[in-house]
């Protein structure tokens, strides 16, 4: 496939949903070999989300300095002794999964006098080995958030791999909206097309621009 494919993709499905313009493509570049990444950015794409600080950290920097403008998205879960590496290098948080993360960070953002925008991490499959809060807690952590004063974007989710996804992302849109937040990080290679009918601004799609991930995650 690869970005300028994804690119048409996106545009299709936003014009069918009366959305123009309203999607960010985040490159989800984690574990690629860096000629995928460079290509990409190359063809001028500047959005990249990656899983893990520490392969952040290892990447980014150099990639930075050449190609002026990038913006990166954490999307893995965060541990609380990475929180300040974190906020240093990423712009976007979109896994903040419990109180305890949100409270670091926020207790970070003080001393670092920045904070990136986050999204709360919803587990809206309601999986034991999955983070986030549960869809009933949703409310309750965004007003939390909010009273640390942290910069919530909106809600992210991900949805079980064996079931539709479509309501996954239905039931995220309603938490965000009865929150007033806009925000919503969903959708991925197989499914962002669903995602931006229902309101995703933010897709997250990583194979579909670069081929197959060696390995796992
Ligand atoms: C890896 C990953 C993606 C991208 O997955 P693809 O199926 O390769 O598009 C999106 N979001 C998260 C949180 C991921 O970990």
Redesign the pocket.
């Known amino acids: 496939m690869g970005l300028s494919e994804i690119n048409d993709r996106i545009a299709k499905a936003e014009q069918e949903a009366g959305r123009v313009g309203q999607t960010t493509l985040i490159a ?1 570049s ?1 574990v690629q070999p860096p000629e995928r990444v460079e290509a990409v950015l190359q063809e001028g794409h500047r959005v990249f ?1 990656e ?1 893990r600080v520490q392969e952040a950290q290892d990447k980014w920097p150099a990639w930075q300095e050449t190609y002026p403008g990038v913006e990166l998205h954490l ?2 879960p965060l541990q609380t002794n990475k929180a300040r590496p974190a906020m240093e290098l990423f712009d976007v948080i979109h896994s903040v999964d419990r109180p305890k993360i949100a409270r670091r960070i926020a207790s970070m953002a003080q001393e670092l006098g920045r904070c990136p925008g986050v999204f709360l991490q919803v587990n809206t499959g309601e999986e034991p080995q999955k983070a986030g809060v549960l869809p009933s807690e949703a409310d309750a952590f965004v007003a939390e958030a909010r009273a640390l004063e942290l910069p919530v974007l909106g809600l992210m989710c ?1 949805p079980p791999v064996d079931e539709h996804p479509s309501m996954h992302f239905a039931l995220l849109a309603k938490l965000a909206a009865r929150n007033g937040l806009e925000g919503l990080s969903m959708g ?3 499914d962002f097309e669903q995602a931006i009918a229902l309101g995703a601004t933010h897709v ?5 621009i670069f081929g197959a ?1 060696a390995g796992t ?1």
């Open positions: 989800v984690k989300g899983n999307l893995g991900i991925m290679s197989g997250r799609v990583g194979s579909a991930r995650a």
